[in-house]
């Protein structure tokens, strides 16, 4: 039982950790790309140039205050520009001050993760040009994801379960953010009181494990461990080791006093046997008796035990005659345990383990090998509604009167897998318009260049920016700016072919791979396209907007040969469209006065 408990914990407490260190690193990993795009805008370096060579160069300013405030709509918390010299020249938004911890992150510059209440990302970024640094960025990003762990999102498993983060401080200590249980920042040794190592210290290592050790408490917990990426962080998902145990010390109470009975007896029938013969048979009858009773009374207690665990537990003969369906499986399978028992467990299997499963216990009583029995696996199983769902499943085997028997220990985890496949999307899509995110894209433009590097086969990364967005952000509210951001993004999607992938950069600005052209300009009549569809109006809470889009275009390979040229040119090209009037596309390297379409 207490090695049971172990197990089920161990695999629960893993598979939940990693979900959760899976999501916070693709949060701040996104957050920190979110901050250097921003110091590769061109607009901002030329702009910071020109403070740098005319110190009272008021346009200039004035400008890059301007933008800098466009980039809060994407989310930023605060954004702030400085000159060669280090002196601050514009800020946008409000910089957390005084934080609760402040912490570093191996990034290649200057990153730290801030709580305040919540958790914060600022990235301070260096603005070169032409290989030359001219200024830096320093910016500020809320994080939700991770803010929520800590809050309502995070599993109770029991009154002492405890999720922390922490970050190593020096040698010997760490820095710990709030935990679930303790709400405020602490700053403690690597090892407990006795000398053991916390089991942060191993997930600051850089391991990934479980391990049943004491916490700074002193208290025995077991605890999963991992470290977040190679970002410096660890983090722990734990429980009082009490807590676990406590159901088993609660059935010894009823099993240690049945086993001082039996010794008893067992005392008693050795006088018995040096008395009279026929006290020794009427004290034997009084025993059989009192035997029979005890007997009852354990059956009793089994079957209570079977009927309240939590967990389904099926037992089956040798040929695969389901003998026990205890309650939890009724909940499970949606059968009541009459139109099971005495049927074949492939009753309760999709196909095709359901036409499989008696030939193979007939190779292991044969054979005697699996890799089934003893493992927790997992599987898929049918409901009696004919569903197909996944289970989490350990079988055993065992032996009554002589016979080879099984029993199979499931639990039911479609909303974990559930869970898992919403955090996986969650770090690959945009939230609002369920569009690849910019990491997403450039991975397909990155396959894109690996497929066609040989045959060098023509393709093109679009930089598109909306005209007025933020002017109907202000007048219209946020709300409408959401709404019609949707809207772009169903239009996009409808105007391109299946092969190809438009993505949110960010802000108003989306990306569009066209992943095969038979001529460079081909690209033309499907900017032409966009253009045309995006100009028509489109109507958001009784209002008529008319939006229109700029658009970028580079061509692999002339105008880059790898995924930051592309995207680095087309966003050049953007800026020449927009400088070229509204509803304009601008391929990259194309004359101020070429020909191009425009509304």
């Given at each position: 039982m207490k090695n049971h408990a172990e197990d089920l914990l161990r695999t629960s407490l893993q598979a939940s950790l990693?979900?959760?260190?899976?999501?916070?690193?693709?949060?701040?990993?996104?957050?920190?790309?979110?901050?250097?795009?921003?110091?590769?805008?061109?607009?901002?370096?030329?702009?910071?140039?020109?403070?740098?060579?005319?110190?009272?160069?008021?346009?200039?300013?004035?400008?890059?205050?301007?933008?800098?405030?466009?980039?809060?709509?994407?989310?930023?918390?605060?954004?702030?520009?400085?000159?060669?010299?280090?002196?601050?020249?514009?800020?946008?938004?409000?910089?957390?001050?005084?934080?609760?911890?402040?912490?570093?992150?191996?990034?290649?510059?200057?990153?730290?993760?801030?709580?305040?209440?919540?958790?914060?990302?600022?990235?301070?970024?260096?603005?070169?040009?032409?290989?030359?640094?001219?200024?830096?960025?320093?910016?500020?990003n809320p994080l939700p994801a991770l803010t929520n762990m800590f809050e309502s999102t995070l599993p109770r498993r029991g009154a002492t379960s405890d999720f922390a983060l922490c970050a190593k401080a020096t040698q010997n200590k760490m820095k710990c953010f709030p935990t679930t249980l303790y709400r405020h920042t602490l700053t403690i040794n690597f090892n407990s009181g006795a000398g053991a190592p916390l089991p942060m210290s191993y997930a600051l290592n850089g391991k990934t494990g479980f391990v049943i050790t004491r916490d700074y408490r002193d208290q025995e917990v077991v605890a999963a461990y991992s470290p977040v990426d190679s970002l410096g962080l660890g983090m722990v998902l734990k429980m009082d080791s009490g807590e676990l145990y406590a159901p088993v010390w609660h059935q010894l109470r009823y099993l240690i006093p049945l086993m001082i009975l039996m010794l008893s007896a067992a005392l008693l029938a050795l006088r018995w046997l040096l008395a009279p013969l026929i006290n020794q048979l009427v004290r034997s009858e009084k025993e059989t008796r009192e035997a029979n009773e005890r007997l009852k009374d354990s059956e009793s207690h089994v079957r209570l035990l079977l009927d309240n665990a939590d967990e389904g537990i099926i037992s089956i003969a040798a040929d695969g005659t389901i003998e026990l369906f205890n309650p939890a499986a009724e909940r499970i399978f949606q059968y009541p345990s009459a139109?099971?028992?005495?049927?074949?467990?492939?009753?309760?299997?999709?196909?095709?383990?359901?036409?499989?499963?008696?030939?193979?216990?007939?190779?292991?009583?044969?054979?005697?090998?699996?890799?089934?029995?003893?493992?927790?696996?997992?599987?898929?199983?049918?409901?009696?509604?004919?569903?197909?769902?996944?289970?989490?499943?350990?079988?055993?085997?065992?032996?009554?009167?002589?016979?080879?028997?099984?029993?199979?220990?499931?639990?039911?985890?479609?909303?974990?897998?559930?869970?898992?496949?919403?955090?996986?999307?969650?770090?690959?899509?945009?939230?609002?318009?369920?569009?690849?995110?910019?990491?997403?894209?450039?991975?397909?433009?990155q396959n894109t260049i690996a497929r066609v590097r040989r045959s060098q086969t023509p393709f093109a990364v679009m930089f598109i920016d909306l005209n007025r967005f933020k002017e109907i952000n202000d007048t219209l509210g946020h709300d409408a700016g959401d709404q019609l951001l949707k809207v772009v993004a169903q239009r996009l999607s409808a105007s391109l072919r299946a092969e190809d992938t438009v993505g949110r950069q960010?802000?108003?600005?989306?990306?569009?791979?066209?992943?095969?052209?038979?001529?460079?300009?081909?690209?033309?009549?499907?900017?032409?396209?966009?253009?045309?569809?995006?100009?028509?109006?489109?109507e958001i809470h009784g209002q008529i907007v008319q939006p229109s889009a700029s658009i970028g275009i580079a061509v692999y390979p002339q105008d880059g040969d790898d995924v930051d040229s592309l995207l680095k040119h087309s966003d050049q090209a953007m800026y020449l469209a927009k400088d070229s009037g509204s509803g304009v596309y601008r391929f990259y390297g194309q004359a101020p006065n070429a020909q191009s379409h425009t509304e």
């Open positions: 990693q979900s959760h260190v899976t999501l916070a690193q693709s949060e701040i990993r996104q957050s920190f790309e979110k901050s250097a795009t921003v110091a590769t805008r061109p607009f901002l370096i030329s702009q910071i140039s020109d403070v740098n060579t005319k110190k009272d160069d008021e346009d200039a300013r004035t400008a890059l205050r301007q933008g800098v405030e466009s980039f809060l709509i994407t989310g930023l918390n605060a954004i702030a520009l400085y000159d060669v010299q280090g002196q601050k020249i514009v800020q946008a938004g409000n910089f957390v001050t005084a934080p609760d911890l402040d912490v570093p992150i191996h990034f290649a510059q200057n990153t730290q993760l801030i709580y305040k209440g919540k958790y914060y990302l600022r990235a301070t970024i260096n603005i070169v040009d032409d290989g030359r640094i001219i200024g830096k960025v320093v910016t500020e139109d099971v028992l005495g049927k074949n467990i492939s009753m309760l299997m999709p196909e095709p383990n359901a036409g499989e499963h008696t030939r193979y216990i007939e190779r292991y009583l044969k054979g005697g090998d699996s890799h089934v029995i003893g493992t927790v696996r997992e599987v898929d199983a049918l409901r009696g509604n004919g569903d197909v769902f996944p289970i989490e499943l350990r079988v055993s085997e065992f032996s009554l009167h002589g016979q080879c028997k099984f029993i199979g220990i499931m639990h039911d985890i479609t909303e974990r897998k559930a869970a898992e496949a919403k955090i996986i999307h969650l770090a690959h899509y945009d939230a609002l318009t369920d569009l690849p995110n910019r990491r997403l894209v450039q991975d397909r433009i960010g802000g108003d600005e989306f990306i569009v791979l066209l992943a095969n052209l038979s001529a460079p300009h081909d690209s033309a009549f499907v900017a032409q396209k966009i253009i045309d569809v995006l100009s028509e109006p489109i």
